[in-house]
């Protein structure tokens, strides 16, 4: 994780594809084998952080779509 990354890892990601992203960027860098324990261990915490954030996202829009009210979908409020 660089310096830029670091200061932005405790932001709420804007978007799914957003969130989706920086996890691929911290796996990628943790099965690089090169990072610190405590790198490691940041990496770490940030990924379920950002996990946790997609399911909640995806729990809602599924939730969304499960949803049927004479045959409209009902308005869900965002996560």
Known sequence: M?????????????SYEEALSE?????AS???????IDRLLESYQRGA??????RTRLDSVEQQVKVLEDGQLRPWAEA
């Open 2 to 14: 660089t310096r830029d990354t670091a200061s932005t890892a405790s932001a709420t990601p804007r």
């Open 23 to 27: 996890l691929e960027r911290l796996v």
């Open 30 to 36: 943790m099965e690089g084998g090169q990072l610190s």
């Open 49 to 54: 952080e950002l996990l946790d954030w997609c």
